[in-house]
């Protein structure tokens, strides 16, 4: 038996490094790569910031001009883009229906006023905020489509585009404003922003409108946290136009923050990451066929083991049925060799005037002494029948038929409560009484 156990271990073992080697390769690709576009991209062959973010403490990033020469990453690498906020508009609307066909279809009238270019040749990606109002991204669909295709030449599939500005730090009921070469970002709320014109001195005259517009509408901040203000910041002259105290953070947002998800991803509709699931087929196909080589292995291990089981199952039943015909050759039919030679012994017993621990008079004799020695069991009738005794008791109270349960067991028989009712005379039950095997041999 050891040997055996031995040889299905060292069987089932390739199974399990196959399966091992494949738990590492979908934990290598666990990771979650952000890549912060640069303006004009991809006619400006700007830098394109990096990080890549796993399980791992420490974050690698750097910089790069193209996306292929980014470390560490493959096909099966989730990818958010964060897209330059001066190709998108930010902007709110209340729309009195939820359906999102409608939502499409209205989106482009409800926000006409702020749009340049033709509705048709703009993109409209929104998000239900708790307030019930939408918050909406509007993206040429010439520059949506040209990000998507660099990312699908360099082989990577983004599940996420969202303008960079969300990727700035909301805390509390503060804005967030970076400096970022030659513009400022502002981050205004969960799916809100825009963008400026750099100042370093005074604030920009858009962020002033901004806020004296939140003012009116009860919505202002209670201060505004600047991400990496450049030399010749002046704090003081900011906070007294904009009517707000101002927190400095000299470190950079791209490093040292990171959005646990996009507040509004631009992959909606016709972009959306499940339109693109069939380009992901030939990059899925190595980890398929590994996956289905071990079910195949495992089944067909699971298939030599049974035949092994019925093999010997047959095996043990011929030499049981050759026994059988050996003992008894006069039987004509073998259907159940071991239940028939109980049986045939049985009456042979009985023929023999020999008992057995099953027959009505020594189980009668068993149960006596118990009956007699219980003054609250009181035997209202019985019946006798497969070698077992039927008992209709009365006791007093459940822990009384416990009780006398666990005194027949003492006893070396079989107890079997076959039911209990409560009644006014107390409880009325049935015991089925028979002879362990134990006690009858």
């Not at 149960?367 to 007093?396: C, F, H, N, W």
Request: aromatic share 6%; charged share 15%; net charge neutral.
């Amino acid at each position: 038996m050891a040997k055996r156990q031995t040889s299905s271990a060292k069987r089932v073992n390739p199974f399990e490094k196959m399966l091992h080697t494949l738990r590492q390769t979908w934990s290598r690709q666990g990771n979650t790569l952000e890549v912060l576009l640069p303006r004009g991209w991809p006619e400006n062959r700007g830098i394109i910031q990096w990080r890549l973010r796993g399980e791992a403490d420490v974050t690698p990033h750097g910089q790069v001009t193209e996306l292929n020469q980014i470390p560490g990453v493959s096909a099966m690498t989730r990818v958010h883009v964060w897209t330059p906020p001066s190709e998108s508009l930010l902007t709110q609307v209340s729309l009195p229906t939820r359906s999102r066909a409608k939502i499409q279809q209205a989106l482009p009238f409800a926000l006409e006023d702020q749009l340049i270019g033709e509705p048709d040749q703009l993109h409209f990606a929104y998000r239900v905020l708790d307030s019930g109002i939408l918050a909406v991204a509007v993206t040429s669909r010439a520059r949506l489509q040209a990000w998507i295709g660099q990312f699908t030449d360099a082989g990577l599939r983004p599940t996420s585009l969202c303008p960079a500005q969300l990727a700035l730090p909301l805390i509390g009921d503060s804005w967030s404003a970076a400096f970022y070469e030659d513009e400022i970002w502002v981050r205004s709320g969960p799916a809100s922003g825009f963008v400026c014109t750099a100042s370093a001195r005074t604030p920009p005259s858009m962020l002033v409108t901004a806020l004296n517009e939140a003012r009116e509408k009860q919505t202002n901040p209670q201060s505004l946290l600047v991400i990496q203000a450049p030399q010749g910041f002046d704090q003081a002259t900011w906070s007294t136009p904009l009517g707000l105290p101002i927190q400095v953070q000299a470190q950079d947002f791209w490093t040292s923050h990171h959005e646990p998800a996009p507040a509004l991803n631009l992959l909606q509709g016709a972009y959306a990451p499940s339109s693109q699931m069939h380009a992901m087929v030939p990059a899925l196909r190595p980890a398929a066929i590994m996956l289905a080589v071990w079910l195949v292995g495992g089944l067909g291990f699971n298939l030599w083991e049974w035949w092994q089981l019925k093999k010997t199952h047959e095996s043990l039943r011929q030499e049981m049925v050759a026994l059988f015909k050996r003992t008894f050759p006069e039987a004509q039919t073998v259907v159940d060799p071991a239940l028939q030679m109980q049986r045939l012994i049985g009456e042979m017993q009985d023929k023999g005037g020999k008992s057995s621990g099953g027959d009505m008079l020594p189980l009668l004799t068993n149960i006596a002494p118990v009956v007699q020695a219980s003054p609250q069991l009181k035997l209202r009738g019985m019946q006798y029948g497969e070698s077992r005794l039927t008992l209709d008791v009365t006791v007093p109270d459940y822990q009384a038929m416990d009780t006398i349960k666990n005194t027949f067991t003492t006893r070396g028989m079989q107890v079997e409560v076959i039911g209990a009712n409560s009644t006014p005379a107390g409880i009325e039950g049935r015991l089925r009484l028979g002879q362990t095997s134990k006690a009858g041999t």
